[in-house]
């Protein structure tokens, strides 16, 4: 396309797509601020459904747009993306150049999060009102419904969206989520329009009208008579997010902030809904989150605080004086966390940990739950000198804490769930245990929790009375903006209230500090000592085998068995890695002791009886497994058994002995021609020592010492082999591959030259050496004999 003032109207979407696929984006880009800036909101109206469609990909995901989410730092469009797509960027002056003409753009209702669908398909206005009056009757014959959004709503939306939208992508994700330009560009846009210093910038777009307007709150008596929906009369509250248009022009503004965190929210939070809303939805598939999705949350989740934190304290009243004015930005920031996000990340939590699975991307979830119990984290303040462990939780976030009780103790609750399930030998795994321990450690807050419970269970006969759903949630009152609610001094009915919002006024509260929530620690504590057992007496093994086999590994010292190690282990079998398990383990330990008052030396006492009798049962131990037709074939215990570290097989390698692969210290030519000749040997002589070995006296035991390994046997029976491969490993047979050795090539030649230096030649030492080793033979089977009868 050339210049785009000399283009025509009509062809300006027509050329536009056909650039998509011609032209770089670095000169689209440009086009676009041309276009932009030269013509009317008339004709961008036309063109901005479909640019939004290609910056953030099709809703279906079927069009992936602009690939922001898989659009890294080190690509040379990073940075063009970024100030294109900025708060300040050419993409937002659109937006504010379309809202001024107050164009309308549908969305169908079945992209809308699973509950807020529901809700409206079943006529029960949504308890957002970001979607309240949207609703868009369909044509005759058109069966879909759909939302109106202005074109700030409309961008919000694909901007949220572009997070869970579906994408059929083949690019693998090679860089970290949080480095991708769609993790950027919502860190910024949280910034710009959440600010924690200053307020939010006006709208850069003016018109002849002045500054860009909120729009303005429309009737409420629209109906949804003729389209299988209730009347709107069934809701008792109507509530409106966008201030009047008569409202101050900081009120104006502040309608910007708000529409985009609602949409966050919304988009990313609302998929999981309390039994109000569960009655009314349709059967729909599960929504899972994925790890950048949850990621991006936790991003979400900090700002917010950060943003809550930076609210200015209140001035003292004075008599003399009117009550100080209070900006919507202000109000804004005192209630955004708990009026906005806590429900709906407390449910969203609350599905993660019931349905993640239990492996390490779990930490995601769990450093999100973290980020929100610990606001204090994000004050901005500068921390104090003490380290981590002893900075003691403030107590003016003492009210924080009682009116955020059950995601605290429901969670904490659903973490002891997971933990008591996971294998904690993996330090990944037990680096999160050591985590949620640490954090609800913390001096102060346990205390905290505990007297939220003691009000949470205080007697009711002095409550007024409450609702039975909904206190202070978004949809029991008039904007986020609107005055303050009346100030509830009864600090117990505010945690009641809370409790009773999220789960119900018939729900039965479990204490995070009541003996059956105690119970499951303790077995926690259990499941931790033996893991850790574990982990130690794996590590103490990795090291004494690193430590045989490394400088007398080229002599053949280190030994042959392929179960010690392996090329391809993983980096969670090392040493080092076991040694941070032990670690992480014994500071969870402790940190569980503090948190419930446990006694130091009882703990002790319990550790270290259970590492006594994990040694004393694995020694005589299997897995608890049933005998099937290819060997043993585990049971459930036996899988929990392997999983927690109390028990497991001694896996060995059950292939032919002889054709283990050519180590670093044997030489490749002896080992393939001695193969052939003790395979030789083993075919013509198979009878003769097997009956010599099957003999019980003393010749037999001698020939079984040289043609059989008993030990091996003995460690084959404690591994998952079948009976057939184990019978054939104790077959006698003659194995020639140790003289493959380099160190016993070395030891020969070492020999054969002492002979030489005492003039022996080389029959006669080849003689001496046989007699010694039958020697050797006969005195070690006397020993052994001697040992038994003993």
């Given amino acids: 396309m050339s210049s785009p003032s000399l283009q025509q109207p009509s062809f300006l979407l027509a050329n536009l797509k056909a650039d998509a696929t011609s032209k770089p984006l670095i000169q689209r880009c440009q086009d676009l601020l041309k276009i932009i800036d030269e013509y009317p909101a008339k004709e961008l109206h036309l063109i901005f459904p479909w640019l939004v469609e290609n910056v953030f990909g099709s809703l279906d995901g079927v069009i992936s747009g602009w690939n922001l989410r898989l659009l890294h730092s080190r690509s040379n469009e990073f940075n063009l993306v970024l100030d294109f797509l900025s708060p300040s960027g050419p993409m937002m002056k659109l937006v504010y150049k379309l809202q001024a003409e107050e164009y309308k753009y549908e969305v169908p209702v079945h992209y809308l999060p699973g509950p807020v669908k529901a809700c409206i398909q079943e006529g029960v206005l949504p308890d957002c009102p970001l979607f309240h009056n949207k609703l868009q009757f369909p044509l005759p014959g058109v069966l879909t419904l759909n939302v109106a959004l202005n074109p700030f709503e409309f961008f919000m939306f694909n901007l949220a969206y572009c997070l869970i939208a579906p994408r059929n992508c083949l690019q693998p994700q090679l860089c970290s989520s949080t480095d991708s330009a769609y993790f950027v560009l919502v860190d910024l846009y949280l910034k710009y329009f959440l600010p924690v210093e200053g307020s939010v910038p006006a709208s850069p777009f003016t018109d002849s009208r002045g500054s860009v307007a909120a729009p303005s709150p429309r009737a409420s008596s629209v109906s949804f008579a003729g389209y299988g929906v209730h009347s709107p009369s069934l809701l008792k509250h109507h509530i409106f997010h966008q201030p009047s248009v008569n409202a101050d022009p900081a009120a104006q503004e502040i309608w910007r902030s708000e529409t985009l965190l609602q949409m966050f929210v919304e988009i990313w939070l609302h998929h999981y809904s309390l039994d109000l809303y569960q009655k009314l939805q349709s059967p729909q598939e599960p929504f899972n989150p994925s790890e950048e999705h949850v990621l991006v949350v936790r991003l979400l989740v900090k700002h917010l605080h950060a943003f809550s934190s930076s609210l200015k304290p209140e001035p003292p009243p004075s008599p003399a004086h009117s009550p100080p004015h209070t900006s919507p930005l202000e109000e804004f920031k005192r209630v955004v966390v708990q009026r906005f996000v806590q429900q709906k990340l407390y449910l969203f939590l609350q599905h993660c940990f019931g349905h993640w699975p239990l492996d390490a991307s779990f930490r995601a979830v769990l450093e999100t739950w973290l980020s929100y119990i610990q606001p204090w984290r994000y004050t901005g303040e500068k921390p104090n000198a003490q380290p981590d462990q002893n900075r003691t939780v403030p107590d003016k976030w ?150 045989s086999g490394s400088f007398l590994s080229w002599f053949g010292l280190a030994s042959s068995d392929l179960s010690n190690a392996f090329p391809g282990a993983e980096p969670e079998d090392s040493g080092e890695y076991l040694k941070k398990t032990h670690e992480f383990l014994d500071r969870a330990l402790e940190n569980l002791c503090h948190i419930f008052k446990l006694n130091q030396n009882q703990l002790a006492q319990l550790v270290a009886n259970l590492g006594a009798a994990q040694d004393d049962g694995r020694a005589n131990q299997l897995p608890d497994c049933v005998q099937g037709e290819t060997g043993p074939v585990l049971t459930d215990l036996g899988r929990r058994q392997i999983i927690n570290g109390l028990r497991r097989f001694e896996v060995q390698y059950q292939g032919d002995p002889e054709l283990q692969p050519i180590r670093s210290y044997e030489s490749a030519l002896l080992v393939r021609l001695l193969y052939r000749a003790s395979s030789l040997l083993n075919n013509r002589l198979q009878a003769q020592m097997g009956a010599l070995c099957s003999r019980s006296d003393f010749l037999g035991r001698l020939g079984r010492r040289y043609l059989t390994d008993p030990d091996s046997c003995v460690r084959l029976r404690r591994s998952p082999m079948s009976q057939r491969a184990l019978e054939r490993r104790q077959q006698p047979r003659l194995s020639l591959r140790p003289l493959a050795s380099y160190r016993t090539l070395l030891l020969l030649l070492l020999f054969y030259a002492l002979g030489a230096l005492l003039s022996l030649g080389p029959l006669c030492s080849t003689a001496l050496l046989l007699t010694g080793a039958l020697l050797y033979g006969v005195l070690m089977t006397l020993c052994a004999e001697k040992l038994k009868t003993q």
């Fill in 398 to 547: 003492e009210p924080f804490v009682h009116e955020n009780l059950l995601l605290y103790t429901k969670l904490f609750q659903g973490f002891l769930n997971r933990a008591t399930r996971t294998d904690l030998v993996n330090a990944k795994n037990a680096l999160m245990v050591f985590r949620a321990a640490k954090v609800l450690a913390q001096p102060n807050l346990a205390d905290m929790i505990q007297r939220g419970e003691q009000l949470f269970l205080e007697p009711e006969h002095v409550l007024p009375h409450r609702q039975p759903r909904g206190y202070l949630t978004p949809g029991q009152g008039g904007s986020y903006l609107s005055p303050r609610q009346r100030m509830v001094t009864d600090t117990a009915f505010k945690v009641k209230s809370h409790v009773y919002s999220l789960e119900g006024q018939d729900c039965q509260y479990k204490q995070m500090f009541g003996s059956e929530v105690r119970g499951v620690v303790m077995r926690l504590i259990q499941i931790i000592a033996q893991a850790r057992h574990t982990a130690k007496r794996i590590s103490d093994q990795s090291s004494e085998a690193a430590a």
